[in-house]
């Protein structure tokens, strides 16, 4: 499967993490009508990049908890995230993560305590689904993934990275909450977990 136009934008995004004008455009207190927050990671703008790491999104919790202890704080604006400060075992901040929308595109930009680029993020939206999306760390590793929906879920990802085969295909299956149960690839014909529900 061709993963050129993949290629493509992973190669956009690493020139936009190179461009110094385009980290220090983001805002980093964005307007938000609405905090949210959870106990471990719950929310990214690349569909599926938890699971894909193997980790199920934390639960939301609304009230803010008194122990600030591996809390994600999460900051929303018209129904979008548009901010996201993680922090460490010890209560204190450890990195905010921004979010900006232009046009039919979402970008992140996520930075640790001593403003140092930790990742960008970029999602291309189609009527509202993210058609394909590619995240760049700091130290230039790469993840690009093509996006193929199905009845409003998502049936199957192309990928493209640094640490994988360019254009393995993962298939993700759904449970009756519409939760990604399972998402696997098929290697010289047997299925290999990527992740499952637990």
């Known amino acids: ?28 207190d964005p307007v938000h009508d609405r905090i ?49 400060e993680s922090y460490d075992s010890g209560g204190f901040l450890d990195e905010a993560e921004i979010v900006n929308k232009i046009d039919d595109r979402f970008i992140s930009l996520r930075k640790n305590k001593h403003d140092e680029v930790l990742s ?7 009527c509202g689904k993210v058609v394909r999306g590619c995240r760049v760390d700091g130290d230039f590793e790469y993840w690009a993934y093509r996006y193929e929906w199905k009845d409003n879920l998502i049936d199957t990802i192309v990928s493209f990275a ?8 993962i298939q993700a299956e759904f449970n009756s909450l519409n939760e990604v149960s399972r998402l ?15």
């Not at 690493?14 to 461009?19: E, G, K």
């Not at 960008?120 to 189609?126: E, W």
């Not at 640094?162 to 295909?169: D, E, K, L, P, R």
């Not at 010289?188 to 637990?198: A, T």
């Open 120 to 126: 960008l993020k970029v999602v291309d939206l189609d």
């Open 36 to 84: 949210f927050f959870s106990k471990g990671p719950c929310f990214t703008i690349l569909p599926l990049e938890l699971e894909m790491s193997g980790v199920t999104p934390s639960k939301i919790i609304d009230k803010e908890p008194a122990n600030k202890k591996n809390l994600f704080k999460h900051y929303v604006s018209d129904g979008a995230v548009v901010k996201i």
């Open 1 to 28: 499967m061709s993963t050129s136009e993949l290629e493509s934008l992973k190669n956009e995004v690493v020139a936009m993490l190179n461009d110094i004008s385009v980290c220090n455009s983001f805002e980093s």
């Open 162 to 169: 640094s640490n994988s085969v360019a254009g393995t295909v």
């Open 184 to 198: 696997f690839f098929v290697a010289n014909g047997k299925e290999v977990n990527i992740y499952i529900r637990k």
